[in-house]
T-cell receptor, first 111, second 118 residues
Framework: DADVTQTPRNRITKTGKRIMLECSQTKGHDRMYWYRQDPGLGLRLIYY???????NKGEISDGYSVSRQAQAKFSLSLESAIPNQTALYFC??????????FGPGTRLTVL | AQKVTQAQTEISVVEKEDVTLDCVYETRDTTYYLFWYKQPPSGELVFLIRRNSFDEQNEISGRYSWNFQKSTSSFNFTITASQVVDSAVYFC???????????????FGTGTRLQVFP
């Protein structure tokens, strides 16, 4: 089984809808991250969490919120989705020593 | 502010050619980490290498090699004898440090798409 899982893997939604992307990890890492990838822009950090009680905004947090329900779970919410939030979203975990481990990504389309 | 620049948007080569992907970074921190990730057409991100700022030794792993030069703030990646399976987008990334504490927040370059033709 994958160490970092993301659900759903693909989602199409409409403008104004609330949507939640979920991330779970079995690596036992304290640190979790949400990134979005847009063509030609690389990956940009949305939110990060160093433990359940420590959540921080990243470079592009506007329009997003997160919830760290447990060490293993970190959810990203779009309260009112808009078309320019169409992107590939990645969750990642880290133990602060080695590399970040990325999930398989969620492809979100907002119509 | 930290920044990573991958000036090559797309590179096309024929199989067996050598290819170098450039990465230039900016940081005022003395302690930082540099990474390369591969993103094949299937979309996942595959970790390739991590290098800390105090280790300027070049590294070779099979057909892959990395040249880290602090004097030019570069961390270039070379694939020797490229293969079709090397076709992917390659990202260089910098780990931001808060003073002497590595935060593990990755700052990515915009990526270089490598196409290897048979």
């Amino acid at each position: 089984d994958a160490d970092v899982t993301q659900t759903p893997r693909n989602r199409i939604t409409k403008t104004g809808k609330r949507i939640m992307l979920e991330c779970s990890q079995t690596k036992g890492h304290d640190r979790m991250y949400w990134y979005r990838q847009d063509p030609g822009l690389g990956l940009r950090l949305i939110y990060y969490s160093f433990d359940v009680k420590d959540i921080n905004k990243g470079e592009i947090s506007d329009g997003y919120s997160v919830s760290r329900q447990a060490q293993a779970k970190f959810s990203l919410s779009l309260e009112s989705a808009i078309p320019n939030q169409t992107a590939l979203y990645f969750c990642a975990t880290s133990d602060s020593i080695y590399e970040q481990f990325f999930g398989p990504g969620t492809r979100l389309t907002v119509l | 502010a930290q920044k990573v620049t991958q000036a090559q948007t797309e590179i096309s080569v024929v199989e067996k050619e050598d290819v170098t992907l450039d990465c230039v970074y900016e940081t005022r921190d003395t302690t930082y980490y540099l990474f390369w990730y591969k993103q094949p057409p299937s979309g996942e991100l595959v970790f390739l290498i991590r290098r800390n700022s105090f280790d300027e030794q070049n590294e070779i792993s099979g057909r892959y090699s990395w040249n880290f030069q602090k004097s030019t703030s570069s961390f270039n990646f070379t694939i020797t004898a490229s293969q079709v399976v090397d076709s992917a987008v390659y990202f260089c990334a910098l780990s931001e440090a808060r003073g002497s504490y590595n935060t593990d927040k990755l700052i990515f370059g915009t990526g270089t798409r490598l196409q290897v033709f048979p």
